[in-house]
Each structure stands twice: as structure tokens, then as C-alpha cells.
């Protein structure tokens, strides 16, 4: 019985080393693919890197000039639209200017216009009519010399010779309401293209920032 039960664990035992063997044998071949497969991975990897750096090369150098252009297409509407809000704001200056000319002329004409003396008004009307005139062509006021040239080129003779009720035009008080209508008309316009003015100029600061 002893020898039977002996036998069989010698039996086993070597059982067991051939086993050790064989796992260590196929331990040993799956270490070797496995590092083969790691260094087949490994230059698959580097040879990846190089020509991913290789396509990024050849795609700068490709869209370079492309890029180059959309900067530049950039850089000169930039500018354009720094001229824009330039120019716009220059115009809008200008026109506040015209308006503040405009409303000096207005107020001028309204002292001048008051005046209740038929002489007095007779003597002042040319100067006006031309003032009036100037306004309406050039939105302007006449020179000073010509202000004063117009304004005695009635004198005192010619207007007593020709007082009257203005019949051969209009009344003189139907003559002062038009023309501050007209005058009034004449702000409201320019008003209207300041606050146009306002906006565009707005807009282009928007599209510069």
C-alpha cells in the first residue's frame, strides 16, 4: 500500500515539474511575441509621429500663402474701417458745425425780422432776402462785406420811396413767418442727416471693435 501511495505522488510530482516546464516554455514564447509585438508597436508609433510632422510641414508650407493673405485681408479691412469711422466722425463734425452756422444765421434773421419800423424793416430786407438766398443755395451765410454791402443798399430815400405794405410780393409779416418755416425746415433737415450721421458712425465703431 505504501509503495502504491508513493508511486503515484512521484508520479504526480513529476506530473507537476513537466507541467512547470511547459508554462514556463509557453511563458517564455508569449514574453518573446509579446516584446516583438511591443517593438513592431513601437516603430509603428514612431514612424506615425514622423509622418504626422512630415503632413504638418507640407500643409504649412501648402496654406502658408493662403494664411499669409487671410491675415492681410484682415489687417486691411481693419484699417478700412478705422478710415470709415475716421471719415464718418470728420463728416459728422462738420455737419454739427454747419448746424451751429445755420442756427447763428436763424437767430440773426428772427432779432432782424422783430424789428416793428416799416424803415427799419425796409432797410434790412435786402440784406435778408440775400442771406436767405445764400442759405437756401450753399447752406451758408454770406460774407461779413457782403452782409454789410447788402444791408445799406437801400438808403433811407429809397426806402421811405418805397414803403408800403410789400403788396408788389407779400406782406411783410406773411414774408417773416415763411421764412422762419423755411428756417425751421432748414435745422429739421439737417437734424435729420446729423442723427443719420450718429448712427453710421455707431455702426462702424461697432464693426471696428
Not at 511547459?22 to 511575441?33: C, F, P, R, S, T
Not at 509585438?37 to 504649412?60: A, F, M, P, V
Not at 419800423?117 to 425796409?122: G, P, V, Y
Amino acid at each position: 500500500y505504501h509503495f502504491k501511495f508513493y508511486h503515484a505522488v512521484k508520479k504526480l510530482q513529476e506530473e507537476k515539474n513537466e507541467l512547470g516546464q511547459q508554462y514556463a516554455a509557453k511563458i517564455d514564447v508569449l514574453e518573446e511575441v509579446q516584446k516583438e509585438e511591443r517593438d513592431t508597436l513601437t516603430l509603428k508609433l514612431s514612424q506615425l509621429e514622423i509622418g504626422l510632422r512630415e503632413i504638418e510641414t507640407q500643409w504649412k508650407e501648402k496654406y502658408r500663402g493662403d494664411i499669409e493673405l487671410e491675415q492681410q485681408e484682415l489687417y486691411d479691412e481693419n484699417q478700412m474701417l478705422k478710415l470709415s469711422v475716421a471719415e464718418k466722425e470728420t463728416e459728422l463734425l462738420q455737419s454739427q458745425d454747419a448746424l451751429l452756422e445755420l442756427r447763428q444765421c436763424l437767430a440773426h434773421m428772427l432779432i432782424g425780422l422783430k424789428l416793428s419800423s416799416e424803415t427799419d424793416w425796409l432797410m434790412i430786407s435786402q440784406k435778408d432776402v440775400s442771406t436767405i438766398q445764400a442759405i437756401v443755395n450753399t447752406g451758408h451765410c454770406n460774407d461779413k462785406d457782403e452782409e454789410e454791402k447788402d444791408a445799406h443798399s437801400l438808403t433811407p430815400d429809397q426806402a421811405s420811396s418805397s414803403s408800403g405794405d410789400c403788396t408788389n410780393t407779400q406782406s411783410c409779416s406773411g414774408w417773416t413767418t415763411s421764412t422762419e418755416v423755411g428756417f425751421r425746415h432748414d435745422l429739421a433737415a439737417l437734424d435729420a442727416d446729423i442723427a443719420r450721421l450718429q448712427i453710421q458712425f455707431n455702426v462702424a465703431q461697432d464693426l471696428y471693435h
